[in-house]
């Protein structure tokens, strides 16, 4: 049944398809009777829960950053059976992102190309919009992650107030942090991923924590096009300062193994690559990763999951959870028990 709805919807425009479709899920989860329904249909029923950094997690199936941008839809994800959801990116000031059309399906390569260019309301309505929530929910076990970025018109030299902005404000309304600085999509931010700049951001928040009663996790995300030089020191620094962990991996701009005519793809234009494209690129990273630190970094593995058998693999190869995106954008919702169901 979804895959004759997903055909249908995929005649029209990607992200005005998203905002339709959540839209629809949300009017039929203030209905209790049919939230319950729905849950009764995906949500796993006999889910592992994994504790990791002090939090315990429902399952080890997420949603990875830029799903629901601005936390408005996630009494109808954890409807679905999500264990955590990501947000964000947030910003400190509110962004439009890159003009439109600028979401795209490929569909034979299973992939998505885009270049939303950090669209969100700002760390404030975020922020406050959190509180609200979990005031309604108090009785909520989903976990939910902060991802967040700079916004475009700050200069890098001054990226690192940009990101404590976000860290303070937000401290209290979610459970970890993940910084974003691998988007390919905002000019000049995966210049951040040098070493030094990311000691700089990093220690900065771990200083910020250190003032706070409690001890939030915070992860990196990383590009999957970093040069070996550049990932050993990712991973050095991360060991160095005891990172708690990092998530593998943000979307990819190489092009070289796409199906899709070159001229469809010419046409699409700038976007980073995500979905199937990216699978082996996330496992081999994970892997390498893993090996290096002998398992003592978490890993969130992400990219190219349209699988049980797939989410399987990226735990065999080092990570401790996984997140999903397009997968579930070409799966459905069904994706996240299958999953849970298969992972024992």
Known sequence: MYYIIRNILFLFDAEKVHHFTMGCLRLLCKI???????????????????????????NLVGLGAGFDKNAKYLTELEALGFGFVEIGTVTPQPQEGNPTPRLFRLPKDQALINRMGFNNDGVEIINARLHAWRVKNPGCKMIIGGNIGKNKITANEDAVKDYEICYHT??????????????????????????ESLRKILTSLQHIREQQSSKKPLLLKIAPDLTQEQLDDVIALAEEIKLDGLVVANTTIDRSELRTSSRKIEKIGAGGVSGKPLQHKSNDLITYINQRTKGLIPIIGSGGIFSAKEAKNKIYYGASLVQIWTGFVYEGPGLIKKIVNYIK
Do not use: C, I, M
């Open 32 to 58: 209790p009777l049919t939230r319950q329904l729905v849950a009764s249909v995906y949500q796993p029923k006999k889910a592992r829960p994994v504790s990791l950094w002090n939090l315990h997690f429902p």
């Open 170 to 195: 937000l401290y209290h309304a979610v459970d970890y942090f993940v910084v974003n600085v691998s988007s390919p999509n905002t000019p000049g931010l995966r210049e951040l991923q040098e070493k």
